[in-house]
């Protein structure tokens, strides 16, 4: 089995996004041992599952982090996955946008809010939810055979293959 496609899609997501963190690097808190976004219960496609499996055997023959953050934590709040973390995981932090029945949203880590208000910041230095996540939904369907499956991160330890 081949990762290409999501590997590509993950390098334009971090592009996009490095171009949002970039404009607002002054206010930008995220940096190795952060960790406050990173919460137990976080699921990703199968795809993105089975990637992570291929990629860091290691990682998952051993204990997840404590309950209550994101099981990829080590003991110090660092991700043992980053190079490889998944989509959901890209983004955290930088000022997000999405529209949702007409309407648009927008969202900040808490400790990053110092700074201009969300509302008055334009489109373009927000990172925008929406396109990626079709486009991952797309890369999942392609490779489940049109199943939608999610995996709980927590789930992936110990061998256990809990999908499909």
């Given amino acids: 089995m081949t990762f290409d496609a999501l590997e590509a899609l993950y390098r334009e997501v971090d592009a996009a996004s490095a171009s949002v963190a970039a404009h607002h690097a002054a206010r930008l808190q995220c940096q190795r041992g952060c960790h406050d976004c990173c919460v137990d219960g976080l699921t990703v496609f199968a795809l993105e599952a089975e990637h992570l499996v291929a990629r860091h055997p290691a990682v998952f023959a051993s204990e997840p982090g404590p309950a209550g953050g994101c099981a990829l934590l080590d003991t110090e709040g660092a991700c043992r996955v980053y190079a490889d973390r998944p989509y959901v995981c890209r983004t955290q932090g930088l000022p997000l946008r999405w529209e949702d029945d007409g309407a ?17 910041l334009p489109t373009a230095q927000c990172f925008t939810l929406g396109p990626f996540e079709g486009r991952l939904a797309e890369l999942q369907r392609q490779h489940g055979d049109g199943r939608m499956d999610r995996v709980p991160l927590r789930d992936l330890f110990r061998g256990s293959k809990p999908w499909p």
């Fill in 104 to 120: 648009e949203y927008r969202d900040i880590c808490p400790l990053n809010e110092p700074g201009p208000e969300l509302v008055e």
